[in-house]
């Protein structure tokens, strides 16, 4: 006779309950059991690899050009430049602080239009019945495919016309939809919002969209969460066509490091304090929010 | 499906039959019918509409610039038929430009599949504070493509850079991790490598917690060891979560611009064009060159060429599926004997 699986007992006997039986099973033997040092040794050096590249980035930045040109594989402990490489990046004539705000307000305006629209569309997708239904889920699956980022010519073109090269609506614009947000939301909401709470709503005489707002909305919030964090993270990485469309007037984060690559290419401490700077923001996030980061992978993965 | 079987929210009766007696009577109640049936296009309607005019057009639209004469300060110019697709595809720098980028995508999505199957392996094992290795994982991928290719474009620096001191000290002569053509893809699929390995790894590692772990039992009294389990357990129960990663990262892959674009501060994909991709390319043609008829054809075969890639992973994935069904099918079967 087998143990109920870790899944069943979580259901039925709570979070704690399940641990315990997991901590149970690993005792069994087999695969299970505790793993031996060389397991955590695998897992030191990956570590080790994910943090290395980044730490040398803040010991570049925390030294100065000759210094790096004499040591190329700098010591452990960070030199005492830092504050001197930042204050240089801040001083630089690529508006930093500039490329700072537009970069939160981009990822910002992004992550909250993506969740809005995403839920809306993911609520009418998994629960409400319309004519077409079908065929149009299936486009929006069938878009998570397309490289939209090929029609950047096009796109070009809408903006000239329009007048906003340079402009940061040209940049928010584009990524306000994603396809893969419609499908996320609409596969969370189909498992986890009852009819009966949906028809419950209707009964009571309320509107679609105060079901939308009272019902749905709740019901979404852990992964709207996710998919936030998830914009966020795209939002703030992104270059291609911010690079594009922005030039060295009015850049983001990225395309603000690329003008300090362009502008003091031989200065790499200088460089390296931009790349500290660009990265902090989002490892900051990452202490707050990596937990659900990790979640939302590993969820995503098993439905898609 | 359960939607299908379940009571459908706010339909209106199909054949005129009311379910339960009205609430409301005359006006109100004609609208709360167009409610029902206006508010899901409603709600699906700013998805459509905005994906339609910031991706689909776009898309379709290069269709029609890549058939004319078009500038970019001038505008659009004489009908041009094929003429731009034949001088892409006569000019040798597109055939570099695409041999460097599938050579670029092969040494980074092979590695990186291989590498984050194995920590997930080591993951999936009973640790200690397992969230804090998952977390540890993913760190790299919050890290811009642009700041990881500053970090590794001095890693690998010619001159002066960590992996020449390395490879000296083992009297090894310096590598052109620039200058060379397979050195410097090897360098750009690293920066690639660096920020998605961890971001796979999770997906491997939720597969894999989703074997039954019977199977490993079974394995386990069949007298398999924990190599042999991996090989005949895992990988094969783990193969439509592999397509679904290969499949992605051949749509991301093969449109690869930030990290060549960083690898030097001019951006034309190297002296002799030994990394610049077809994305490198497309943007050399339309924004350098300022000729978007070409830019767009070249574009366009990009994506005719993710497109075709796309379909043979896609059938793949069916054939595969359907070995996952008989699969199923074998399983229920000595169930039931």
């Known amino acids: ?304 | 499906m359960t939607s299908t079987q379940l009571p459908a929210v706010g339909r209106p009766p199909a054949d005129g039959r009311e379910l339960r007696p009205p609430r409301r009577v005359g006006f109100s109640q004609t609208l709360g019918r167009w409610d029902v049936k206006l508010s899901p296009y409603l709600y699906i309607s700013p998805f459509f509409i905005l994906f339609v005019v910031t991706g689909l057009f776009p898309l379709l639209y290069t269709g029609w610039v890549s058939i004319n004469e078009w500038d970019l300060l001038k505008g659009q110019g004489d009908f041009a038929g094929f003429d731009n697709y034949a001088n892409v595809l006569q000019s040798a720098i597109f055939w570099k430009s695409l041999r460097n980028t599938i050579s670029i995508f092969l040494l980074s999505s092979v590695p990186q599949i291989i590498i984050a199957l194995f920590i997930a392996a080591v993951l999936d094992a009973n640790i200690r504070a397992r969230t804090f290795w998952r977390m540890g994982v993913l760190v790299p991928y919050v890290v811009a493509p642009v700041a990881v290719a500053l970090i590794f474009g001095q890693v690998f620096a010619d001159v002066g850079g960590i992996a020449n001191t390395v490879l000296d000290k083992f009297g090894v002569d310096p590598v052109g991790w620039h200058s060379q053509v397979l050195p410097s893809h090897f360098a750009i699929a690293t920066m690639v490598n660096y920020r998605w390995t961890g971001y796979n790894t999770l997906i491997f590692l939720a597969a894999m917690q989703a074997v039954p772990r019977d199977l490993y039992e079974a394995a386990l009294i069949d007298g398999a060891g924990r190599i042999r389990q991996f090989f005949s357990v895992t990988i094969p129960m783990l193969r439509p979560t592999m397509i679904f990663v290969i499949i992605t990262s051949t749509i991301g892959g093969l449109q690869i611009f930030d990290e060549p674009r960083m690898m030097d501060q001019f951006g034309r994909g190297g002296s002799d064009q030994q990394y610049l991709t077809v994305t490198n390319y497309v943007y050399q043609l339309g924004w350098t060159n300022k000729n978007f008829g070409r830019a767009a054809a070249a574009a366009w075969l990009l994506f005719l060429l993710i497109m075709v890639v796309s379909m043979v992973n896609y059938f793949l994935t069916r054939r595969i599926s359907s070995a996952e069904q008989m699969t199923k099918n074998v399983k229920r079967k000595k169930v039931r004997s």
């Open chain 1, 1 to 304: 006779m087998s143990a109920p699986s870790v899944a069943s007992v979580e259901q039925f006997a709570g979070k704690g309950a399940a641990r315990a039986a997991a901590r149970k099973r690993g005792r069994v033997g087999g695969s299970d059991r505790r793993p031996r040092w060389l397991t955590y040794v695998i897992l030191g050096i990956t570590l080790l690899v994910a943090f290395y590249p980044l730490y040398y980035a803040f010991l570049l930045a925390s030294s100065t050009a000759p210094d790096i040109a004499r040591n190329p594989i700098p010591s452990l402990i960070p030199g005492t430049h830092l504050w001197e490489n930042i204050q240089r990046v801040l001083d630089a004539d690529i508006g930093f602080w500039n490329a700072v705000r537009n970069s939160i307000v981009v990822a910002v305006v992004q992550s909250a239009s993506v969740v809005l629209f995403s839920t809306l569309a993911g609520f009418a997708f998994a629960k409400l019945r319309f004519r077409g239904r079908g065929p149009l889920l299936v486009f929006v699956i069938a878009t998570t495919a397309v490289p939209t980022q090929l029609g950047v010519i096009p796109l070009f073109l809408v903006m000239k016309q329009l007048h906003w090269i340079g402009d940061l609506k040209a940049v928010i614009v584009p990524g306000l939809v994603t396809a893969f947000g419609v499908f996320w939301m609409t596969q969370y909401l189909e498992g986890a919002l009852p009819y009966e709470l949906v028809e419950a709503a209707r009964v009571d005489g309320a509107s679609m969209i105060r079901t939308f707002w009272s019902i749905a909305l709740p019901a979404a919030r852990p992964a709207a969460t996710m998919l936030a964090l998830f914009t966020f993270v795209a939002s703030w990485t992104n270059f291609f066509w911010p690079f594009i469309i922005l030039g060295s007037s009015n850049p983001t984060l990225p395309v603000a490091l690329q003008l300090l690559q362009a502008t003091f290419f031989k200065d790499l401490a200088l460089i390296m304090a931009g790349v500290v700077l660009s990265v902090i923001p989002l490892l900051l996030l990452f202490v707050v929010a990596g937990k659900q980061l990790v979640a939302g992978i590993m969820q995503g993965a098993i439905k898609g």
